[in-house]
């Protein structure tokens, strides 16, 4: 925070990657925020190399697998791999089916794409009954549903969304 505050956020990145590098038998959990770092600093392709390490030592069937492959899938999907990040999405979803975020992230992704639509016209629906109170998935319903041409049921959302969230610039 140090190094972020008064050089700029890259060089604290830098920093804790060569501290990172220097530890001989890093532990799951230092992996999984190395990873993490990375990712929250858009460094998407460093986060996938540090996901790949934890995918074969995670139980596959566990909520933290899915998670992972949240994570890694999301990564994929800032490099324009949809192929990867899809199969990662899916994946998730089959060992946790009610997860929200995975749910619209996958939708989401498969709107920009104008892929299939109505699929992720459902699962975004599907996320809005499990998280009815979330302005990003309410957002998300409300693009999916101006992408069909049904304009009374997207302003709806979309009104909502900008009711939530008035100072986002996408939503606006």
């Known amino acids: 925070q140090i190094i972020s505050k008064e050089v700029n956020n890259e060089e604290s990145l830098n920093f804790i990657n060569k501290k990172f590098k220097k530890i001989d038998n890093p532990s799951t959990k230092m992996i999984f925020d190395i990873a993490n770092f990375n990712k929250n600093s858009k ?34 999907e800032r490099l324009g791999n949809y192929l990867k990040s899809d199969k990662d ?34 699962m975004l629906e599907k996320a809005y009954t499990l998280r009815s109170d979330d302005p990003y998935i309410i957002d998300s319903v409300g ?26 610039p996408v939503v606006n």
Do not use: T
Not at 45 to 57: G, N, S, T, V
Not at 94 to 105: F, G, H, S
Not at 148 to 165: C, H, N, Q, W, Y
């Open 43 to 76: 460094k998407y392709k460093e986060a996938i190399i540090y996901y790949d390490q934890l995918i074969p030592i995670i139980d596959s069937n566990s909520f933290i697998y899915a998670n992972l492959l949240y994570r890694r899938g999301s990564s994929n």
């Open 89 to 122: 999405f899916l994946k998730s979803l089959e060992i946790n089916p009610d997860d929200a975020y995975v749910l619209n992230y996958l939708a989401y992704s498969w709107l920009e794409r104008k892929y299939k639509i109505d699929s992720a016209i459902k």
């Open 143 to 168: 693009w999916g549903h101006y992408l069909i041409k049904d304009f009374l049921k997207a302003e709806k959302f979309l009104k909502r969304a900008v009711e939530l969230m008035p100072d986002d």
